[in-house]
């Protein structure tokens, strides 16, 4: 058993990953803004942690990490302003790593998607942009941590179900994954050393999750 902090945990990938990993007999620890979703996050199985990622230090992180094997990223600004693009997908993101560092966590998994990086190619008139742009630092700086890091790239996110099944490929043949196979793929690397170091791109395809995981490292 293991004990693992989701932050953004009201999200719908958080939620999924939080019941398959206490199916599994993990604890989880799950960090979110709104006091109204603790109902939703405790009936997932997780311990709610209430707290705006944007007012965290990283002391006040590493303080709600202590005691954790590993750390989910699964926030995001939901789209808003730029300014709260930066400060959740990028300046809080690199917090909570360093953060992870200092409590010496170890395991981070980061939730990004298909395509990010330095050269992600958005235009800065795209309202993408803004987004593209905190993912590239925070994936960044993540590799360049001492943390034992996995980066996911899942193309679009749908409400689909889950089919237990993707394609990791940095050019698959499918556009969009439901959110609850990404939530699988993280539970898949989360207890898989050999996804440490590696950036996981991938989508809906015809492959078992572990399998198609497994060929990929």
Request: aromatic content about 6%; overall charge negative.
């Amino acid at each position: 058993m293991s004990r693992v902090a989701i932050i953004g945990g009201h999200g719908k990938v958080a939620l999924h990953l939080t019941k398959i990993l206490t199916d599994q007999g993990h604890q989880v620890s799950s960090i979110f803004r709104n006091q109204d979703h603790a109902a939703d996050v405790e009936e997932a199985g997780a311990t709610p942690v209430v707290a705006d990622l944007a007012e965290l230090s990283v002391q006040d992180m590493a303080d709600v990490f202590s005691g954790h094997d590993a750390v989910v990223w699964s926030a995001g600004s939901g789209g808003s302003s730029p300014e709260a693009t930066y400060a959740i997908d990028r300046d809080a993101a690199i917090r909570s790593m360093d953060a992870a560092e200092q409590a010496s966590v170890g395991r981070y998994v980061m939730v990004s998607y298909l395509g990010a990086g330095k050269d992600h190619g958005v235009p800065e008139d795209n309202s993408f942009f803004h987004y593209a742009e905190s993912k590239a630092a925070a994936d960044e700086h993540l590799r360049h941590s001492k943390l034992a890091w996995t980066i996911l790239g899942p193309g679009s996110l749908t409400t689909d179900p889950g089919t237990g099944t993707i394609e990791v490929s940095d050019e698959p043949q499918q556009d969009s994954v439901p959110r609850e196979d990404v939530a699988h793929v993280a539970a898949v690397v989360l207890g898989d050393l050999g996804t440490v170091d590696r950036t996981i791109q991938f989508n809906s395809g015809p492959t078992p999750i572990a399998e198609a995981i497994e060929a990929a490292i």
